[in-house]
């Protein structure tokens, strides 16, 4: 059973940073592409990140390219989101995904 549990998030300043991370279980972590994504209040859901399984390719939303960095430990089964710069525009739930399942997400809220 694929289980996925995010943590790391919270209130944090405008131009503050937050490492968010991604404990995987129940399958195969290491030949498996992995995402973030979030949503916000009233919004739909959307990719902010991707790697692949070697860590070797990512691709990240325009709206957080050159901020964020996805990366991957395959011998922890955990992935992680770094995220410099942050703004209000960021705040939002973020969601770890892994073979059509998603994590219960975790809330990042940048406010003053």
């Known amino acids: 059973q694929v289980q996925l549990v995010e943590s790391g998030g919270g209130l944090v300043q405008p131009g503050g940073s937050l490492r968010l991370s991604c404990a995987a279980s129940?399958?195969?972590?290491?030949?498996?592409?992995m995402s973030w994504y979030r949503q916000a209040p009233g919004n739909e859901r959307e990719l902010v990140a991707v790697?692949?399984?070697?860590?070797?390719?990512?691709y990240y939303a325009d709206s957080v390219k050159g901020r964020f960095t996805i990366s991957r430990d395959n011998a922890k089964n955990t992935m992680y989101l770094q995220m410099n710069s942050l703004n209000p525009e960021d705040t939002a739930v973020y969601y770890c995904?892994?073979?059509?399942?998603w994590g219960q997400g975790t809330q990042v809220t940048v406010s003053s």
């Open positions: 790697i692949n399984t070697f860590g070797s390719s990512t």
């Open positions: 129940g399958f195969a972590f290491r030949s498996s592409g």
């Open positions: 995904s892994a073979r059509n399942t």
